[in-house]
């Protein structure tokens, strides 16, 4: 590195010019991590990375990452908080809910990738600002996907489309779906397009610190008698049935039964929680950041607020590393090491 600031006005990789009296800034890779709703915590870590001056050249994301990442990338970030904060209830998310009653997932995604798209249009990633990858996984082979050029939409869906929720997507000839499934947070993918520093966000760091084996499943409850069936001739169904409705009480689950919705996450959670720790210790970051949202649901899109809040605080922590990483490739100019405020 130390070569590349000798040369008088010599080009470097961000497309910044070094002088002899210039110190050239690192090229800055933000990695961002998958968890559907706590995802909103990204804006936060965005936000305060950007009041500080930490602004990424890379951005990479999977999942809700690649959404968050994307949106900050194609300059919409502002339209993704206003829309998440606007997300005050319940009723607001089913209304995004395609349900499928038939194909290969629950959700078609078309409301949500309409919502996208009024935002983003047919903006293509070769045409960004920055440096962006969305990491996706492609059905049948696993292979994992990184999406650098295309519509920058296309590229968001396949990385979120969680499977048997979401509908594979088709980019290119490939059938893509969520990125979590190989790379939950992409750190490999923004050193591979340049980053320097690479600072992670991981949302799942919380949610099973504690897991361990447990060696007996406890004692068997009482066993309970099965209830008669009523015919179907004397059922009274409600005047407003529809199928749709129905499979959304199954997809939520109530009544201590956990809906199908509850399982997969779960089961997701705990499959992303054991890769990424993998994946980080093999690769680990120069930074992590680690927004404590564990107790905050998937489908949890209507507490926008206090995710973003949340994403916030953790990076307001972690800016002192930051700048201190950054001031190890490039000090400043008088020697000292910048600030967190400045």
């Known amino acids: 590195m130390l070569d590349m600031l000798k040369g008088r006005g010599a080009s470097v990789s961000n497309g910044e010019k070094v002088g002899l009296g210039s110190i050239r800034r690192p090229v800055i890779g933000l990695a961002l991590g998958g968890g559907a709703a706590r995802g909103f915590a990204h804006i936060g870590i965005l936000r305060t990375l950007l009041a500080n001056g930490i602004v990424p050249n890379v951005v990479v994301g999977t999942s809700i990452g690649a959404v968050v990442g994307g949106a900050y990338a194609a300059g919409q970030l502002d339209t993704l908080e206003e829309w998440g904060r606007s997300l005050q209830g319940v009723r607001n998310i089913l209304g995004y809910l395609d349900i499928r009653l038939n194909g290969s997932g629950l959700i078609g995604g078309e409301k949500l990738a309409t919502k996208l798209e009024a935002a983003i249009g047919s903006t293509l990633i070769e045409d960004l600002g920055v440096k962006f990858a969305s990491v996706a996984t492609e059905v049948r082979t696993g292979h994992e996907i990184w999406l650098t050029h295309g519509r920058v939409v296309d590229a968001m ?186």
Request: glycine share 8%; proline share 9%; hydrophobic share 45%.
């Open 157 to 342: 869906r396949a990385s979120y489309a969680l499977p048997g929720i979401f509908s594979p997507v088709l980019v290119g000839d490939r059938w893509l779906v969520d990125g979590a499934l190989v790379n939950p947070v992409p750190v490999s993918a923004a050193r591979a397009l340049g980053a320097e520093i690479v600072i992670a966000a991981n949302l799942s760091s919380d949610i099973f610190t504690h897991s361990t084996t447990i060696y007996s499943h406890g004692a068997m409850p009482d066993p309970v008698a099965p209830v008669a069936e009523e015919p179907v001739a004397k059922r009274r169904f409600p005047r407003f049935f529809s199928p749709e409705r129905t499979v959304k009480r199954e997809f939520f689950g109530g009544g201590g039964r956990p809906g199908i919705s509850a399982v997969m996450v779960d089961a997701f959670n705990i499959m992303q929680d054991r890769i990424t720790r993998a994946r980080l210790a093999g690769d680990p970051p120069d930074m992590l950041i680690t927004p404590r949202v564990g107790q905050i649901g998937w489908f949890d899109f209507h507490r926008a607020d206090e995710l973003i809040a949340f994403g916030t605080r953790a990076a307001e922590r972690a800016l002192d590393s930051i700048q201190e990483a950054i001031h190890v490739l490039a000090p400043a100019p008088d020697g000292t090491a910048p600030k967190a405020s400045e």
